[in-house]
T-cell receptor, first 115, second 112 residues
Framework: GAGVSQSPRYKVAKRGRDVALRCDSISGHVTLYWYRQTLGQGSEVLTYSQSDAQRDKSGRPSGRFSAERPERSVSTLKIQRTEQGDSAVYLC?????????????FGPGTRLTVT | RKEVEQDPGPFNVPEGATVAFNCTYSNSASQSFFWYRQDCRKEPKLLMSVYSSGNEDGRFTAQLNRASQYISLLIRDSKLSDSATYLCVVNRPRSNDYKLSFGAGTTVTVRA
């Protein structure tokens, strides 16, 4: 069946510009996460949302990252005023429920390069 | 200190060999542990959860050592298709917070 998809797969942005990354999660999944994966450093969670919350609870103190959920199975991660340190792979994951008993299914990621 | 640390490898092993590696986690309150597999430029996929008593899934065995705060993965009779990056994943223990922390991954290459 259809898994988690993300678009675009690759994005190049000039420093200072805003970017928006899209995630289409699995139908019926309630919880949606955004992670940032950096080569050699692992991944950190950026935001997550449960149920139909349109505004995500930010897991990251920086106000430059935010996520919206215009539809139950769609989330958009917005990064304002991009910095070169934002270059990374951004992974979206969704799960049936909000606990670790529920497997998180990941999308293929969006590779963002900030120049 | 990173929340999850792994030996990046690479571990280069011949087909049929056994390979094992560990990861350490910093938060003693973590309660859920996983191994994910990630192929090059692909999404991470759950390989197996790690239980306190240790668990086995075919050729894969995972162990948890809470006292020393590490988990391990052992792959027996390795296949070419086992070549991948293995991510150690630990939950971040806060109420109503099911976010995961990932290690940077251990690369395993199985050669014919």
């Amino acid at each position: 069946g259809a898994g988690v998809s993300q678009s675009p797969r690759y994005k190049v942005a000039k420093r200072g510009r805003d970017v928006a990354l899209r995630c289409d999660s699995i139908s019926g999944h309630v919880t949606l996460y955004w992670y940032r994966q950096t080569l050699g450093q692992g991944s950190e969670v950026l935001t997550y949302s449960q149920s139909d919350a349109q505004r995500d609870k930010s897991g990251r103190p920086s106000g430059r990252f935010s996520a919206e959920r215009p539809e139950r199975s769609v989330s958009t991660l917005k990064i304002q005023r991009t910095e070169q340190g934002d270059s990374a792979v951004y992974l979206c994951a969704s799960s049936l429920g909000g606990g670790t008993a529920y497997e998180q299914y990941f999308g293929p990621g969006t590779r963002l390069t900030v120049t | 200190r990173k929340e999850v640390e792994q030996d990046p490898g690479p571990f280069n092993v011949p087909e049929g060999a056994t390979v094992a590696f560990n990861c350490t986690y910093s938060n003693s309150a973590s309660q859920s542990f996983f191994w994910y597999r990630q192929d090059c430029r692909k999404e991470p996929k759950l390989l197996m959860s790690v239980y306190s008593s240790g668990n086995e899934d075919g050729r894969f065995t995972a162990q948890l050592n809470r006292a020393s705060q590490y988990i391990s993965l052992l792959i027996r009779d390795s296949k070419l298709s086992d070549s991948a990056t293995y991510l150690c994943v630990v939950n971040r223990p806060r109420s109503n917070d099911y976010k995961l922390s990932f290690g940077a991954g251990t690369t395993v290459t199985v050669r014919a």
